[in-house]
Structure formats: structure tokens, C-alpha cells
Nanobody
């Protein structure tokens, strides 16, 4: 069974930073489209950033240069550095593994999901 495990969530004040990490024992992070989504209760899950196997990264507009997606093939981790966090970033954050030959921000194309890690931004 494929598992994606997230870590790094927590509570921070506005303007603070968090680094989320995702790892898998069964999927190589550079073998397929990998990314992060987030969801708040009552709203649809939305894509944050995604990376193709060749390393091309696409960000959603709301990131506004605050987040950075990276991967470490040796540690087999996918990382999301989040800076200048805002209350609007409050959500459950999910790691996602998508297709091998295509990479989109549509949740319907995600093959595997992590269980999520909560991010809370509050003063």
C-alpha cells in the first residue's frame, strides 16, 4: 500500500514560516508529478504547487512568491517552505502524488493522497 506521510504543520503567528515535508516508502518523489494541496472545511481542495519529474515547478497565483517547493531525491522528500504566512493560509495541507506522464493542479488527477497536516496562522 502506498503511503504519503506529511510533517511540519503547526501554529504560527502572521508573518511566520513553516516547512512542510512529505515522504513515501513506495514512491520516488522524482518519479511522477508531486505536489501540495490545501483544504478548509466547506471548500474544495485547492492546489498550491506541483513539480514534474524533470523538476519544473508550477505555483498557484495565491502563493505570491511566499512559498517554495523543493525535493530531495536522496532523502526522498517533497518540501514546501512557507513564508510570510497569513490567516488566509489556515487549512489542512495535503501531499499528493499524481501521474507519471502529466502534471496538473486538478485534484481529480491525484493518484495518492497523504492524510494531511494542519497549518494554523493566528495572532
Amino acid at each position: 500500500q502506498v503511503q504519503l506521510t506529511e510533517s511540519g504543520g503547526g501554529s504560527v503567528q502572521p508573518g511566520g514560516s513553516l516547512r512542510l515535508s512529505c515522504t513515501s516508502s513506495r514512491i520516488a518523489v522524482n518519479s511522477r508529478c508531486m505536489g501540495w494541496f490545501r483544504q478548509v472545511p466547506g471548500k474544495e481542495r485547492e492546489g498550491i504547487a506541483r513539480m514534474t519529474p524533470d523538476g519544473t515547478v508550477t505555483y498557484s497565483d495565491f502563493v505570491k512568491g511566499r512559498f517554495a517547493l523543493s525535493r530531495d531525491p536522496i532523502k526522498n522528500t517533497l518540501n514546501l517552505q512557507m513564508n510570510n504566512l497569513e490567516p488566509g493560509d489556515n487549512a489542512m495541507y495535503y501531499c499528493a502524488a499524481g501521474q507519471v506522464l502529466s502534471c496538473s493542479g486538478d485534484p481529480a488527477n491525484v493518484v495518492y493522497w497523504g492524510r494531511g497536516t494542519q497549518v494554523t496562522v493566528s495572532s
